[in-house]
């Protein structure tokens, strides 16, 4: 079964300062895809940014960039030039499925409080 | 081009009663999965409909049911509530199944409160 760990619970960051959240994974599949997704107060789950598993290249997206480590399984989130309206749980994801059918296996989640 | 939306928002039921939550998708999007939400458990998925045919399902009881209609939206049914079912249940669309990278779009989601 796949899994996706995120060891820390709550991370705080000053606002302009840089701060990476870690995510783990396990998987058996050769060929996946990960994604970071953000959930502010308002609750509704907003796309980071996402990875190819078979791309070395690690993905950018303006201020967030990750660290893909395949065989390590690991896949950090940084996040440059914090920003207040950065603060939100952060979610680890894994995306499981082929043609018939695919869901999303989530970590549990990082709480990112940024500091004026 | 509206986003996801789900209603109602926010739900009191007794235990032992049932409900129906909605989930209209974005235009053109035809897969719709539902997701639950709980401090205790995080994430996790209920399950997924395309083209009215539910595709993939998640590990939970059968009081849990969903379907799709035509139009693609979507309603996912809690029957005999338990204080447990109490959560924030996520829909999320997507245009398709072929492609694994496609961004998932999600809604505000549904705040049920069994008492």
């Known amino acids: 079964a796949q899994t996706v760990t995120q060891s820390q619970p709550e991370m705080s960051v000053q606002e302009a300062e840089t701060v990476t959240l870690s995510c783990t994974y396990d998987?058996?599949?050769?060929?996946?895809?990960l994604f970071w997704y953000k959930q502010p107060p308002s609750r509704q789950m907003i796309l980071v940014i996402r990875q190819e598993a078979y791309k070395q290249q690690n993905a950018t997206e303006n201020r967030f960039s990750v660290n893909f480590q395949k065989a390590a399984k690991s896949f950090s989130l940084k996040i440059s030039d914090s920003q207040l309206g950065d603060a939100a749980m952060y979610f680890c994801?894994?995306?499981?499925?082929?043609?018939?059918?695919?869901?999303?296996?989530f970590g549990p989640g990082t709480r990112l409080s940024v500091l004026p | 081009k509206a986003g996801v939306t789900q209603t109602p928002r926010y739900l009191i039921k007794t235990r032992g009663q049932q409900v129906t939550l909605s989930c209209s998708p974005i235009s053109g999007h035809r897969s719709v999965s539902w997701y639950q939400q709980t401090p205790g458990q995080g994430l996790q998925f209920l399950f997924e409909y395309f083209s009215e045919t539910q595709r993939n399902k998640g590990n939970f009881p059968g009081r849990f049911s969903g379907r799709q209609f035509s139009n693609s939206r979507s309603e996912m049914n809690v029957s005999t509530l338990e204080l447990g079912d109490s959560a924030l249940y996520l829909c999320a669309s997507i245009p398709g199944l072929a492609d694994m990278n496609t961004e998932a779009f999600f809604g505000q989601g549904t705040r049920l409160t069994v008492v």
């Open positions: 994801a894994y995306r499981v499925g082929d043609n018939y059918g695919q869901n999303f296996v």
């Open positions: 998987t058996s599949e050769s060929d996946y895809y």
